[in-house]
Nanobody, 125 residues
């Protein structure tokens, strides 16, 4: 089982990036999926969540709501995070993860079994 994240980079404030996370060795559509980020000296933060199964529930953290969008292509076993209107405070290592969280704690890291390796996003002011 493997998750491979890509798409990070350096961008100016106000710019956009799209992160991808490709899964292999399992059926991604059977799992909930989330994007987390961790900045130096800070705790890992869940920023976007997409439930598995036939009826998709999506949740965003307040810090990214209205700017980030999570989507998934189950046929390709790939999940995306479109990030628009980026701010310097979005600078972090971004991780994708797959698991089966509880509905009341969709972005609690402990519920996620599989993690990607992380991709750096740096937003300059």
């Amino acid at each position: 089982v493997q998750l491979q994240a890509s798409g990070g980079g350096l961008v100016q404030a106000g710019g956009s990036l799209r992160l991808s996370c490709a899964g292999s060795g399992f059926t991604l559509g059977n799992f909930a999926f989330a994007w987390f980020r961790q900045a130096p000296g800070k705790e890992r933060e869940g920023v976007a969540y997409s439930s598995g199964g036939g009826r998709t529930t999506i949740v965003y953290s307040d810090s990214v709501k209205g700017r980030f969008s999570i989507s998934r292509d189950n046929a390709k076993d790939t999940v995306y995070l479109q990030m628009n209107s980026l701010k310097p405070e979005d600078t972090a290592v971004y991780y994708c993860a797959a698991g089966r969280p509880s509905t009341d704690q969709p972005t609690k890291p402990a519920f996620y079994y599989y993690w990607g390796q992380g991709t750096q996003v740096t937003v300059s002011s």
